[in-house]
């Protein structure tokens, strides 16, 4: 849907997906700091910067680091971390271990419907199927998706986040049992003049449960701030 409207740029971090899966540890600097390379190797200067969870974290340390490369911020189920953030929810917790220490299909199944709301289960069974589908087809790395899972426990920008001065919305699910929703409160008031979206029953991957909406609050933000 942004693509109707924009050139849209989607890219696999390190360790998952179709991109290489070089030996840990990972950190966050070095995750922005590929993205800075995505958007240079893409002849872009300056993007439309939307991050979502790990990818919020990334978004985050780019926007800190290489503001001039960010026209406006999109922050998605994500948090500041560090000792200032809410902890992941048990059943997050729960789920997550359990996969770490047996990454197995019905373990991935796990963390597929903890990444979803409750109604969205229910009401939108053949998204769980089509998202468990993708997993399996395409299984995570396990040493990779631990350096990743280390380098996002090792983030924390809660301090630097009043210097940030691009237009940022942030945007939270109210049932999300990934990151307690309360850190995208957490965000919005740090950083300056950011504006909070919570959407009602809706978990972690809130692009994929409400997508219409989704679409629709980043495309009215950047109507609304982000010339320039």
Known sequence: MLADRFRVITFDNRGVGESDAPPGP???AEMAA???AVLTDAGVERAHVVGTSLG???AQELALRNPRRVRTLVLSSTTPGGEGALPMP???VERFAAFAEDPS???LR???ENSLAAATIVSRPELVEEIYRYRLEHPPRLEAWLAQAAAGAGFASLAALPTLERPTRVVHGL???VVDYRNGELLARAIPDAELLLMSYTGHL???ERPAAFVETIVSFIDRRGGG
């Open 175 to 177: 049932d999300d049992n």
């Open 110 to 112: 796990g963390l597929v």
């Open 105 to 107: 299909p019905e373990n």
């Open 56 to 58: 919020g974290l990334i």
């Open 26 to 28: 990972y950190s966050i």
């Open 206 to 208: 809130c692009f994929w």
């Open 90 to 92: 048990q059943r997050g």
């Open 34 to 36: 590929d993205s800075t």
